[in-house]
């Protein structure tokens, strides 16, 4: 891919916000500071800089200073620069660890940026503890927590002209959220559980450099970072970038573009042996240094360190909007994606006894819900109105348990309403079923890792930006042999950015949909190694929607992806033989595995060891006996192949004995 820097040629216009990096002495080390701040920094500003920083600060009179570091408090000339620069009627702000305020030395500084109006931009990674101290160590959610209720009080986050802004970054290698969504969780967990109160947040996505860069090396994801950067890049990020506005300053007075590529040592292009006092900024219009981290700023919706460089698509306000105010039933869908086929016999019985309005609002594009459920402990990600989970609820049984989450409130409310009906209804004494209002990327704040048998969806995980960061979620929530199981819509292309950002087209459930070959390596990546297609079809467009979309297609497709220890990516023989006993419900002449697996009730099949596990490791094991083991390969398993393009003959059942 030809680096964007290279197309779209970056230049230096007005500067804005001179950003003053005091060195790398913190008080924590956080696990993904780009600057490799830590308690043992030795590299901070010394008195003689701080005086020639400050005086040519005050001849340019920039918008906005802003002092960052590692942490500003602890560095000695901070204060001095701080006083000194209160007056002269630049705006000034501190980029602060938090929990440093919580410190005898420096938590005088509290009260010295009330007195100066200095904006607090607090770094706070998330609003749960267990994930906020797994980035920045035990005990400094409650020492942040302190120090956040200390700035309310001293009248900061109140709308009393004292800003404070909180500042968040995923805890792993992908992008972060919509920043409206994760600003909408924030005030609720902060404010509804501690009482915290704050003017903004914004989102910055993780540069790969320093220290997070080599955490990832570790984890031999750089690569996969990379890639996942440079395939969400938006072009018209580049117009917003910070570093064509913004200058970064470090602890001798040396510039950089910003302070990742402070981080990196690349020095503004033509100024690598000038300091910032002796620069003529009259006519300063040098070209941005880039390299690979770059991407980081023009992946999604862009990062900068004031937040996401373009809100105008927000995928989360679309969703919830269309299926929250404008679609009251199926009736005013304009695509065939969300009406699906006839389902199964078994579920079709259960539907029949659900309310009207839990039927009438369900727009899910198949049936994915598999058998052999008693017992087991189910998660619907999109829930809608629940029409799914009630179905689960009576197929698990008073043993099982369905969890249902949606971000569409006027959804919820209509499932809630009726989920003591239909468990009184299925004589159950008590429901088995619980709603969770949230988005489907947080789904581990809400069950355990390694607990959940089967995940369902059913059209909804193409309305989400960072579909990866769901199926890590998935992943991670499965036991071993657990099943994601699941409908969505998939394309034969990726599509351009208008078709992406038309919110009917996105709420059509077309606009998100990704390329099929992407999801497959998506799948992959994430440790779901041999992805199967149970079901497609193709999916019907009127001519105004076509038009829209030009010549791609799209199916819909029922898919499973299984965790089971020793799956392999390519479907390899061991010389298995798999045989259907019966026994599943509504199968008892044969079981439908995915598409090109056909079990006939008795009849020995060959099958690859992939297949050999999905029978003998999951909940299917009591139906099915197989044979061989894995100590002999005999080469790739024939006829291997994963396309939805494949046409089978629709009138007869899938082959048999081969694989996907």
Request: proline fraction near 6%.
């Amino acid at each position: 891919m030809v680096p964007f820097w290279e197309k779209y040629p970056l230049l230096k216009e007005r500067l804005e916000i001179i950003q003053v990096n005091l060195g790398n002495l913190c008080n924590q080390a956080c696990k993904h500071c780009h600057i490799g701040a830590s308690p043992r920094g030795k590299r901070v500003m010394d008195e003689k800089t701080a005086r020639l920083v400050c005086d040519k600060i005050e001849q340019l009179v920039p918008r906005w200073v802003e002092f960052t570091g590692g942490t500003p408090e602890m560095v000695p000339c901070f204060e001095y620069m701080l006083k000194r620069l209160a007056g002269t009627g630049v705006r000034l702000a501190v980029r602060t660890s938090a929990t440093v305020l919580d410190e005898k030395p420096y938590s005088r500084f509290a009260e010295l940026y009330r007195k100066f109006g200095v904006k607090v931009i607090a770094s706070v990674p998330d609003a749960t503890r267990e994930v906020f101290e797994g980035q920045r160590g035990r005990g400094t959610f409650a020492k942040t927590l302190r120090v956040l209720e200390r700035l309310n009080e001293l009248g900061y986050g109140n709308g009393q002209g004292l800003e404070l802004e909180l500042v968040y970054n995923p805890a792993g290698p992908h992008l972060p959220p919509p920043q409206k969504a994760i600003e909408e969780k924030f005030r609720a967990l902060l404010g509804e559980k501690y009482g915290i109160r704050f003017n903004r947040l914004v989102a910055l996505t993780n540069s790969p450099i320093n220290r997070f860069k080599r955490q990832l090396e570790r984890a031999g994801k750089i690569e996969q970072y990379i890639d996942t950067l440079k395939r969400n890049f938006r072009p018209e990020n580049v117009e917003s970038l910070m570093c064509r506005r913004l200058l970064s300053v470090d602890y001798r007075g040396r510039v950089y573009d910003c302070d990742f590529n402070l981080a990196r040592d690349m020095p503004v292009k033509g100024c690598e042996n000038t300091f910032f006092w002796e620069i003529d900024f009259d006519d300063f219009r040098p070209e941005v240094s880039c390299d690979e981290h770059c991407w980081a700023c023009t992946a999604g919706a862009g990062s900068s360190c004031h937040g996401q460089l373009d809100a105008t698509f927000d995928a989360t306000s679309v969703v919830k909007d269309y299926y929250g105010k404008q679609l009251t039933s199926s009736a005013d869908l304009k695509t065939s994606c969300c009406t699906a086929s006839a389902p199964p016999a078994r579920i079709a019985e259960v539907i029949r006894e659900l309310p009207d309005e839990v039927v009438t609002r369900f727009y899910g594009c198949g049936s994915p819900i598999p058998g052999v459920l008693e017992g087991s402990h189910v998660v619907d990600l999109g829930c809608g109105t629940g029409r799914d989970v009630f179905v689960l609820s009576k197929l698990v049984g008073p043993r099982g348990r369905v969890t249902g989450i949606d971000m569409t409130l006027e959804q919820l409310e209509v499932a809630q309403r009726w989920r003591p009906v239909v468990a009184r209804q299925f004589g159950m004494k008590r429901s088995n079923v619980r709603f969770v209002l949230d988005r489907m990327e947080n789904l581990d704040s809400h069950v355990k890792p390694g607990t959940i048998d089967l995940v369902v969806s059913n059209c909804v995980i193409n309305l989400v930006e960072d579909k990866e960061l769901v199926l890590r979620k998935v992943y991670r929530a499965l036991r071993n042999g657990g099943e994601m199981y699941f409908s969505d819509v998939y394309c034969d292309r990726r599509l351009p950015e208008p078709v992406r950002t038309d919110p009917v087209l996105y709420g059509e459930c077309l606009g998100g949909a990704l390329y099929w070959q992407d999801f497959l390596r998506i799948a992959r990546r994430v440790g779901f190694a041999d992805p199967r297609v149970v079901e497609r079809k193709p999916i019907e467009l009127q001519p105004a929607i076509k038009a829209k979309v030009g010549p791609a297609s799209f199916w819909s497709v029922t898919v499973r992806l299984w965790k089971i220890d020793g799956l392999e990516d390519l479907c390899e023989d061991y010389g298995h033989v798999a045989t259907y006993r019966g026994g599943i419900e509504d199968c008892p002449d044969g079981y439908l595995l995915d598409q090109e697996h056909f079990f006939e009730k008795g009849r020995p099949e060959r099958v690859c060891g992939n297949t050999a596990l999905m029978l003998s490791s999951t909940r299917l094991a009591p139906y099915f006996d197989v044979q061989g083991s894995f100590d002999t390969h005999f080469g790739l398993f024939p006829d291997c192949g994963t396309s939805i393009r494949r046409e089978p003959d629709d009138s007869q059942p899938p082959p048999a004995g081969c694989c996907c």
